[in-house]
């Protein structure tokens, strides 16, 4: 049987039917990839219903350690309810136990699974629990890309030198005896000397030795500071903590109230010990946070910016923070700003109560929020201008006394399996060279239209669900240009889609039905900016 690394590819089949083949040509891809960082040859094979799957299954998960053998899960919300996948992967887990590896599983998220995101639900199903504790490449927000472009080839680089770092992990398997000679071609009683003085009890120990120190490396935890303000830990203070504190270490924060203004400017965790709202930070005449540095994290803090002024509660100056399970408010300007070209990631945060927006991206500002509920802003909840470019899935974004979201002066956005509701004014506005991508949201129970497109703004909307709002569902106007293919847009106040003064589009395969004041409203200088087919009127 040949020894040279291969891969399992464990997928929905309907999912790659949905994606017209795309998961089959990620791991074509792959495949490629890693042959072309070593030179040597790897395959993937996946069920097709060909003899070859079964046959490379049995030898190499059945009947061999073989450690050179991967399985590259697809990890989608069909991937956990599947029998087929889940019990490759049991098995493939109990592969790595006897192979006492814990590097050759490498899924790759390809859909948002809320199983993953919710801490209840992932409790329940220990192969969720799994795939989460697991580094997994997210091609995610990489979904709708071609498969060719330059980030899907830097995401499958990445993904390759994975494999190949797991490959040099690989332990070594003991010599067997043949006739006297062992596998590497010695005769045994060329060991003599040191070797020969040794009892097998003694050789079984060394081995177990060599190959735990050549096998993964143990997760060491990182250096960990104290705060607390009743003078019970290393420091009563955070700003104390981060002069102190060395890149990598941890801060973690006790409970109690600290008033300051800090600066992060090094690579450091700040964690809050206890129940949400019991560690809290506020800051007047400054901002609460101000991020500075390449990297870092922050989790379970009540963040908290009173008076007045333009401050916001979290600075996002630059790098990535991940920004986790906080609650964040601000009485003076924008909850959250993020700008500089900073890339964070927010997740499972409420931010709520800003004097201006929950978060504003702009000036190349980026970032991928995630699971957050954004609500009861003075302005949007989440504002997107000067090159901002942020990426949104399953939010919660709601009550706010102005829109939902608001991208405008050249700002850009992708927002996917959000919900956007009950909003003051508009759900989704885009105006004044604003350019925004909208799939699958459910955009409803606003106080005015579900999207709104004007001042020369752009946008393409798929597979959204845009109903009960006051007034249209959608507006497109003033030398604006949209794409509209498969929504759902009814139960509106007035019509489905209203188009006027200049405004124009693309609109393919909609459902227009069930609106109060029927499907269209088209102004007549607009009727030849409008290409209509498929719709459902």
């Known amino acids: ?26 791991a074509k891809r792959l495949s490629g990839e890693v042959r072309i960082q070593t030179g040597e040859k790897f395959e993937i094979f996946q069920d097709r219903n060909d003899i070859q799957w079964g046959q490379q299954w049995k030898e190499r998960i059945e009947d061999s350690l073989d450690g050179v053998t991967f399985l590259i899960p697809i990890v989608t919300p069909g991937f956990f309810k599947s029998p087929a996948c889940r019990a490759e992967l049991e098995r493939f887990l109990k592969r790595e136990k006897t192979l006492k590896r814990n590097d050759l599983i490498l899924p790759v998220y390809y859909v948002n699974c809320p199983i993953l995101h919710d801490d209840e639900k992932r409790k329940s199903d220990p192969l969720a629990m799994i795939i989460a504790e697991r580094q997994y490449a997210d091609l995610r927000e ?62 079984e120990s060394k081995t177990q030795s060599v190959e735990a120190t050549r096998g993964p490396v143990a997760k060491t935890e ?18 104390a903590a981060l002069a102190a504190a060395k890149p990598g270490d941890r801060i973690l924060m006790r409970p109690g109230l600290y008033r300051e203004g800090v600066t992060i400017d090094k690579p450091v965790e700040i964690i809050g010990d206890g129940e949400l709202g019991e560690v809290v930070i506020e800051a007047k005449g400054e901002n609460v946070v101000r991020f500075k540095a390449n990297m870092g994290r922050i989790a379970n803090l009540t963040l908290q910016q009173v008076g007045a002024g333009d401050w916001f509660a979290v600075d996002i100056a630059q790098g990535r923070l991940d920004l986790e399970g906080c609650d964040i408010t601000s009485e003076s300007y924008t909850c959250v700003g993020i700008h500089g070209g900073a890339d964070p990631r927010l997740r499972r945060n409420r931010i709520h109560d800003g004097k201006e927006s929950g978060v504003l991206v702009y000036d190349n500002g980026q970032g991928t929020f995630e699971d957050n509920a954004i609500f009861a802003n003075e302005n949007a909840g989440v504002s997107i201008m000067t090159g901002g470019n942020p990426t949104l899935r399953h939010n919660r974004i709601y009550d706010g006394k102005s829109s939902g979201v608001h991208v405008y002066k050249n700002g850009l956005g992708t927002l996917e399996d959000n919900d956007v509701f009950a909003n003051a004014n508009t759900g989704v506005r885009i105006n004044t060279g ?13 106080k005015q239209s579900g999207v709104f497109v004007h001042e020369k703004g752009q946008g393409t909307l798929e597979d959204n669900e845009i109903v009960a709002n006051q007034s249209a569902g959608v507006q497109v106007r003033d030398d604006s240009n949209v794409r509209l293919r498969r929504n759902k847009i009814s139960k509106n106040g007035y019509q ?21 004041k029927g499907a269209w409203h088209i102004s007549p200088d607009c009727e030849k900016n409008v290409t209509r087919t498929g719709n459902l009127e």
């Open 142 to 203: 990489l979904r709708f890309e071609p498969i060719t472009s330059p980030e899907v080839g830097k995401m499958l680089a990445k993904m390759g030198a994975q494999i190949i770092g797991a490959l040099e992990r690989e332990q070594p398997r003991k010599p067997t005896k043949v006739r006297g000679k062992t596998r590497r071609g010695k005769t045994s009683t060329a060991r003599k000397g040191r070797a020969s003085a040794e009892s097998p009890q003694q050789l």
């Open 1 to 26: 049987m040949s020894q040279h690394p291969i891969g399992f590819l464990s997928y929905v089949r309907d999912d790659d039917a949905h994606e017209r083949g795309r998961l089959s040509e990620v």
């Open 222 to 239: 990182p250096p960990t500071i104290i705060v607390d303000a009743l003078h019970r830990g290393d420091h009563p203070t955070l700003t």
């Open 434 to 446: 604003g350019n925004a991508t909208l799939r699958r949201n459910r955009i409803h129970d606003g």
């Open 496 to 516: 489905a889609i209203v188009i006027a003064a200049g405004g124009g589009g693309v609109f393919e395969d909609n459902d227009l039905s069930g609106n109060t």
